[in-house]
Each structure stands twice: as C-alpha cells, then as structure tokens.
C-alpha cells in the first residue's frame, strides 16, 4: 500500500533535480505565508470583497499587473537559467530534458502569461478613465477573463512540480507534441493552461471594443480618441479574429492526444503543416496584438512629454489600423523553409515588408512630435527613448528576415531569436514598462522614485544590447536556437559568454524595479493633483487614485487632448468648463461568479490533463451550472448616491 | 457569454446621450452588440473548423469514405427540422414584439422540441457510423468530421439549455427590456446556427456524397 | 567581380569586426564566411537589405537623438516651441513615401532572388560543363542524420562529403518529429518532413569541412543534431567512396530500424550499403497524409506546392 502510493506520487510529482524541490518549497511557504497573512490580520472577507469578487476595472487591471510581474519573474529565471546553461560549451548545468523545459516554458509564459496579462492590465487601467467612462462594457465579464487567465496561468505553472513541464517547444509543433512522441502530461498542461486563459483573453477583446466603440464621453469622436485607446482598438479587433483559431488550434490537438484522432499526426492521414500553419495564424497576429498597444503608450507618453500634440494623428490611425489588418497576411513567413515555393514565398514576404512601412511612419510620428517641444525626460520618456533605437534595429532585422531567399540562412538561428527579443523587449516590454510608470501615480496616487526607475532603466537597456547583439552575431556563425548545448570547436563561446552576462545584467534591472516600488512605498510621495506629468487625457483629470466611479459627473469633450485644452483655456483666463449637478450613479454589485467559474474551469483542465474524467467532467458541468445560475441574477446593479460622491470628492480636495 | 454580462454606465453615453433615462436602453444595446461580436468570433471558429475539414476530408487512411459513410435521408430531415425551428423561434421572436407571454414561450417550446430532434438524429446518426467502425481515429477525414459536425451539435445543445433557462425567467419576469434582449440574442444565436448547418450540409454532406 | 567582394568586405565590416574581437580568426563564420554559391547569393543579398535598411535607419536614430537633445526641456537656448503643430502634409508624404519607396525596391530584389535562390532548382547551370551532379538522400532521426548515396550505395551517418565544384541534389525526408538541414556555409536551410521529399541543390566552391546542424527543434538530445559537410577534390571522393565500399559494414533494414530509435550516435559510421529504396519507403511510410488533392482553402497551398515539389521529381 505504502509502495504504492509511493509509486503514484513519485510518477504525480516532479522529482530527481534540486531545482524543482527548491521550487516545491518556494511554492508551498509562499502559499502558506499568504495565507497565513490573510488569517492573521483577518482580511479573508476584505480580500474577498474588494478583490476576489470585484468587478472594478481599476482593482481588476491592479491584479493583471501583479500576476503579470510574477510571470516575468518566472520567465525571466527560466531566461537566465537557460543563458547560465548556454554560458560555455559542454555546460552539463541543465540535462537537456530540462532545458528544453525551461525553454518551452519561458516562451509561453513571456508571451502569454507575462505580456497578454499586462497589457490587459494597462487596458483595464487606462482605456475607460480615457474614454470617460465609469467601467467597462461588462465589468463581470471583466472579472471572468482575468480569474480565467489567472486559472490558466497557474494551471500551467503547475505543471512545474507536478506531472512535468511542457517540453516541446512555446507553439508545441506536432508531431513532436502528439501522443507518440510526447506522452507525458506536460503538452496537456499547456494545451488547458494556454486554452483556459485564451478564453479569457478573447472575453476581454469583446468588452474592450464594445467598450471603446460605445461607452466614450459625449463629444468624443472616434477621431478625438486618445491614440492609447486607439491601439487597444486595434489590437482588441486582431484578439477576437485571431484567438478563435488558436482555440480550434488547441483543441483539435487535444483531440488528437485524448480521443486518438488524426488531425495532426503522422499516421492515419494527419498533417502536422496544418497546425504549423493555424498556429501562426493566430501566432503573427498575436504578435501585433501585444506591441500595437505599446505603440498607443509610446504615442500617448511622447506628446505628454514633449507637452505638444502628437504629430500627423490620422496616419498613426491608418497606421494603427492597416497594422491590425495585414498582420492577418503574413503568417507563412514563420517557415519558408518549408518548401512552399518561390511564388508563395514571395507574396508573404512582400506582405511582411509592407507592414514595416507603417511601422515606420509611427516612428516618424514620435520624433515629429518631439520636434519643436520641451521634452523632459522622466521615467515613461526615458523608457519610450530607449525603445525608439531599439525598435529600429529590431525592425531592420525583422525587414532581414522577411528578405525569404535570406530567410533560409536564419531561419531558427540566434539571428532569429535576437530579433524577436530586440520588438519584445525593445518594443512591448519596454512599451509595457513605459505605460507602467505613466499610469502607476494614477493607479496608486503616488509616484515611483525617479533616481532608482534611472538605474532601472540602464540597467535593462544596456543588459539588453550586451545580450542580443552577440547573439545576432553568432546567429549567423551557425548556432541555431534551442541547442541545449554546443561543443568547444563551434566557437561560440566568446559570444555566448558576453549575451548570459547581458542577460543577468537585465535580471538585476529587474531586482532594482522591486526595490524601486518597495523603496516607493515607504517614502509614499503622494500625488495630490491627479495629474503629476502635466497630462493632457482624461485620466488626468480626475484624482489619484481614481475613485470607484471614475468620474463624479460625465465629462463632455471638445477636442483630442481635451484635458489640456481645458488647462490651456484656464490659464489664458477662461472659466472652467461647468459641470452639470451631481447624479446618482449607476454601478455594477460585485460578483462571486467568475472567481467560482474560473475554479472549475481550473479543476476540469486538471482532470482532462491526467485524463481524470471524474474530476473533469463534473468540473465541466460545474461550468455550465455556474454560468445558467448566473443567468437568473436580475438584481445586478445599484447607484451611489449623490452624498456620497460629494463626500468622495470633498476628502480629494476637489469641489464640486 | 454575453447574456452573462453585467455593466456599469452611465446615463446617455455617446450618440445616444439624447435619451437621458436610466440608461436601461444603452445597457442592452452594449449587450445585443457584445453578443455579435462573439458571433463574429463563433464564425471564425466554424471557419477553422471548415478549413481544417476541407484540407483533411481526402485522407481517409483506408477508413471508409464520406460517400460511402454518409446516408442522405437522415441528413435531409435534421435539416428540415433545424431550419424549421429557426423558423419557429423567430415567430416567437415576433409574439414577443407583440407582447403575447403565452405565444413566446409556447414557440419557444416548438423550437426546444425540433432542437432535441435534431441533437437526437444527429446523436444517433454518430453512433450508427461508429457503430461500422467509423470511429473519431480511423482518419484524419473522420476527425475533422465528428470535430466539425460535433461542435456545431454542441452548440445546438447549449442553445437548447439557454432557451429552458429562459422560458423559466420569462414566467418570472415577463417581457421586461432584459428578458427581451436575451430573447432577441438567443434567436440571433439560432439562426447562426442555421446557417452554419447550411454550410455543414452543403460541404460536408452534399460535397461528401457528391 | 572584384568590385562585388570589396563591396560585400566593406558591408560585412562592422559585423566581422564584432565577431573577430569575439572570437578569434580561426572559427568558421557561417552564413558571415560563404564557401558555396548558394550562401554567396545569400549573402549578396543580405549586404543588399543591410545596406536599403541603413538608408532608413540611420537618419531616424540621428534624428531621434539630435531631436531628443535640442528639445530638451532643460535646454536654455531660446529654442522653439511649437505646442499646437501637428500636421505638415509635406512631412507626411515624406515619412509615407519613403519606406514604400524601400520597399517596392526591396520588394522587386525580393521576387527576383526568390526565384533565384529557390532551394529545389538544380545547379546544373552553375557548374562547369560535363560535371553530373551528385545525389545525396538526407533523413533526419531521433537525433542523428542518416545519408544515403543512391547512385554510390553508400550510407553514412552525421557526416556528408561531396566533391567541389560539383552540383549536390539532397532529398530530404525524417522519419522522426520534422527537422532542418543546415549547412551555413554553403547555403540556407530547408525543413526535413516526414512523408515528404524535399530538395536542397548546394554546391561548395573550395575544399574543407563545414558545420552541418539541424536548425528545428526535434526533442531531447536536439542538440546532439551536428553534422560535418565536407567538400573535397573529385579524386578522393571517389577514394572515399571506394574505400567505404570495401571496408565498412553493410546497413540491413533491421541495422536501419535500429540506428532509427531515438538516441544519439557519437561516431561517425559508415555503410558500404543500404537497402534498396529505403529512403522512398521512408517517405512513402507516412505518405498517406499527404494525398489531400482537392485541398481548396489559402493556407494549403503552401503544403501542397511542397509535397507535389518533392514526389513530382
């Protein structure tokens, strides 16, 4: 008996390396430590209520970020385990087996479970304080979509300990990740971890649309948006084209795996190109969503900080846009190498090219915005200067690679890999980064200490070029990505050895942003104007942080940065433009539904992973029981009273 | 999805800031408007699935093919009876319209019934073939087959749940501005659903036996 | 020609110089070093994008800072400050018209290489007269590359010679999770796919031994897919050859079924047979999966073009 539990837990749980046993007790006193926290200052029902259940798209977008700079840290140990691996030749630091986990892991949790989560972090911050909305669309489903990311992500990271990591790869090609060659449970973690939060993901595109098209402040056309909101339109209508064909992707994969069928195998008529092909439909765009609203950020921070108006408005619009568009149409540019053919070939290369031309033109846009202003380099402006060379370069590579006939000479080297680094750090971590220091005084209603968000900063950018250059370089010597190991005669070493320091380099950027927002903290610099970068959006108009209904009354915009103009006017000795009397104010009551939903979600992936149907099946109509039961909830709303609005503005100082 | 959605607004937003009530009407138009974007990405799911099917529906890996799989008669009657229903649950649509409680709730019925006709021939049209050894991995054409035709039938068995649920809030609350918008995106899901089967029947059957 | 390669030197400059403070002058510099045509076309044309991207970038990364710096809040100078402009047309057109410009320019260069640079058109008319090109069968396995020579009836495994100057025709195929054959440089890599011929036409234009890798991820010992390529004079190719037939082992299918198991193989074995038809059975093996004719939706084609490519020969 005993044998046999042993037996069974030996198979359930990860064992044989000290790394996962360091990360088994990490798990379990961090788990336990918060738990104890919550016991002992009696916060259960205050967590509960103000968080677990909330429907506030403020508290909503807090959590995003915060799960957010949890997976960066797990991505970014996984990235640094991976560079000390690669750091000379014949490292026996990581058995392969684990380096290809570690690899594998790193990808989806950089791509989806790092940058998905803050990015929808910094929509549900900014995008309805913006638009002068008082929420989103739909605020539960809002609460749905992270709880069903959150469920996702730790589905996935529990694959860590239990049962084994994913190992084949971020986009899992088959037929390496059918049955016959991966049999483990760890492609299953992946498959329920990315579709669980995928789901989410789609959610938050419909509401944010919905949101952006319907909810904006009287007078706000579409053509007076912030360039922001814009970029997370853009990037909202590729999320619910593409992402519907990742779940089919996932899904049929499963199917594969779980029934035996032969959509993608090697035997019984299967093609394992169709999935290469679905999987970068969805992957290109994917790639769009996340750094079209780091172009919206750039935009929004370089006009509040060169204080003009952002240059050529409607090109960055068509720019905005025809991005979302054509990154439908360039997706065979991940495998050229696949034999297609010149004519093939040709037409996706060119229609990767043609996407560079509006990137361009956005940086274009910034720097003629930063022409003839005052700019002051703060930490969102520091952060957007350092994107700009780095996207450059990162952009001139990508026209390098979308060259096909040059393609066949990097396809899958660390010329590759440098490039895709230099957009996603350069571009969407640095983007992200950026709209993090903008919004955090509005978030928090206190300010980030600046000296340290210095250090931060060159510690990042210049860990970065350290990093990537070398391995541009040594790209094109030959060294193709996902080598666990290379040998003396190669002569990478040099190389290799320069980009891992690099790497820590970076890593320790991060450690100084943790200290930063500690030291932060502690020194609580408050922000009482609401708007401590001279902003020229909504948001900036109201105090920080924002109070729960965003504004006390609806406010009527006149012209792109309407909040600006408003300062402009005031301060030539105008009048302030009158505010109509207070109102009651409609507002969504919390609701228990997504976090419950989300749990069986959670326990039905858990199931279908170790194929567990007792578990799985009921968790499923668990699903479906919580969604029908939510259905019969009539009494959803409630409004805030006119006295307590006053009340509200009076403590911010703010007459009304 | 979106019959799920709760909203926070205020009153008049946008273009409609002219109507100045309680901002009930805004609400159930963000809705009506969230559920044609999940349309739009339903279609997208259908399309891949469609794709998938036509890349797929050749290799039968020696398994047996569509034309000798699939039997016409059956096939013809699941879609009488599902654009039939379409038919009935937009009738229901129009005693609403003209506040008849009773009307809309007994179309509802008729069209809950033909549902369950058609999930139950499908049912055991699947369990016929599989019963001849056609099975979900006998081949990459029977895969993407059962996965296609099967997901259609599982939305048209979560349509038969939603509509249950809500003949029950409909002799709770009547034709009320709420009820009425789910109604209106419940029929808007059926009709999809139609057509989606259209497409199923043209190029799965039709193309199959063909 | 000579003006090519002062070009090509001058454009590769800063990259080399990079890379020798690195690592030193003696290691093979890849794609950076062709010693084939194929990797000198590619080459080419890389300098070619190199240098239409620099006309972009560099007046924007100098605009970026010298705009960056004049325009400094802190700046004392009574520089100007325009808050409300926002729109010159005459700019715009500018910022519109010259990346298309690049582009088309690039765009044709593309189009051109493309059907150029097309990995699966022979090299016949790139060699001197009367050379006959040679053929070599790649598979790639659980890690390890198996060659078969058709025409010699040779096999070897993570090593590959041919004769210089010679047109070589691969054909690849995998009989593992799907793989690419890399040899940096003597030309780009193309992916090695069960149920499937490919084709490759390299041809190295000196003597010595080339890095070989396998350049998409197959699974756990991946990074043990190294090869040697190794181009020699005509005379001891044949030598190699002959003495390979006289001396070496002969593959049997069961030899074949072995070697195919997932492992990594650390000598360099060689075969003075194989067994008739082996690779067409690899391929043929998964070919089921491939007989989607009427395959009618945009994203096929691509496969289509592939399979029918590789079984048309």
Known sequence: MWEDIKDWASDFFVTGDPLIYGADVGIVLASLSVLFVLTYFKKWGWFWREWVTTVDHKKIGIMYIIASLLMLFRGGVDALLMRTQLVMPEMEFLKPEHYNEIFTTHGVIMILFMAMPLMFGLFNISVPLQIGARDVAFPVLNSLSFWLFFMGAMLFNLSFVIGGSPNSGWLAYPPLSEKMFNPGVGQDFYIWGIQISGIGSLMTGINFIVTILKMRAPGMKLMKMPMFTWSVLGSCLTIILAFPVLTVTLALLFIDRFLGAHFFTLDGGGNPMMYINLIWMWGHPEVYIVVLPAFGIFSDVVSTFAKKKLFGYSSMVIAIMSISVVSFLTWAHHFFTMGSGASVNAFFAISTMVIAIPTGVKVFNWLFTMYKGRISFQAPMLWTMGFIPCFVVGGLTGVMLSVAPADFQFHNSYFLIAHFHQVLIGGVVFGYFAGFYYWWPKMFGFKLDEKLGRWAFWLWNIGFYVCFMPQYVVGLMGMTRRYSTYSWDTGWFGLNLVSTIGGFIMGIGFLVQVWQILYSIKKMDKDTTGDPWDGRTLEWSIQSPAPLYNFATDPVVKDVDDWWEEKQRIKAGGKPTPKPALQPIHMPKNSAMPIIKSTFWFLAGFGFVFDWMWLALPAMAGVAITMLFYSFRYDTDYYIPVDEIRKTEAAAGRAV | MAHNANHAVSQGHGHDHDHGHDGHHDMEALRQMGFWLFLITDCILFGTLFATYLVLHNNTAGGPTASELFEMPGVIAETFILLTSSFTSGLAVLCMHKGNRKGLIGWLIVTIILGASFVTLEVTEFLKMIDEGAKISTSAFLSSFYTLVGTHGLHVSVGLVWMIALIIQLTRHGITPVTTRKINIISLYWHFLDVVWIFVFTIVYMMGVM | ?313
């Open chain 3, 1 to 313: 020609m000579k003006s090519r390669g002062w070009r090509r030197f001058v454009a590769a400059l800063p990259l080399l110089a990079i890379a020798l403070l690195m690592s030193g002058c003696s290691t093979d510099m890849g794609v950076l070093e062709p010693k084939g045509i194929v990797a000198k076309e590619q080459f080419d044309l890389i300098m070619i994008t190199i240098v239409l991207s620099i006309i972009i970038t560099v007046p924007v990364l100098s605009m970026a800072f010298y705009f960056a710096w004049k325009y400094r809040a802190s700046n004392k100078d009574n520089v100007e400050y325009k808050p409300n402009w926002s729109h010159s047309t005459k700019i715009e057109s500018w910022m519109w018209g010259v990346p298309i410009l690049i582009i088309v320019v690039l765009g044709v260069i593309t189009v051109i290489y493309s059907f150029k640079l097309e990995p699966s058109k022979a090299l016949a008319a790139e060699a001197k007269d009367g050379v006959k090109p040679v053929t070599i069968e790649v598979t790639s396995l659980d890690w390890k590359w198996l060659f078969t020579y058709p025409e010699e009836g040779i096999a070897t495994v993570n090593y590959v010679r041919f004769p210089e100057d010679v047109p070589v025709e691969f054909k690849l195929t995998s009989d593992a999770p799907m793989n690419s054959f890399w040899i940096p440089q003597l030309g780009g890599q193309i992916y090695t796919m069960s149920g499937m011929a490919m084709e490759l036409n390299l041809m190295a234009s000196e003597v010595g031994q080339y890095q070989g890798r396998g350049a998409n991820f197959s699974g756990e010992h991946f990074g043990k897919m190294e090869f040697t390529a190794e181009a020699t004079s005509q005379a001891d190719f044949d030598s190699w050859v002959a003495d390979i037939k006289q001396s070496s082992p002969a593959l049997t299918e069961q030899g074949y079924d072995e070697l195919a198991e997932p492992g990594v193989v650390e000598t360099n074995d060689t075969y003075s047979s194989f067994p008739d038809g082996l690779f067409d059975r690899i391929v043929s093996k998964y070919g089921s999966s491939h007989n989607h004719s009427a395959a009618a939706e945009g994203e096929s084609s691509s496969e289509e073009t592939s399979s029918e490519g590789g079984t048309n020969k």
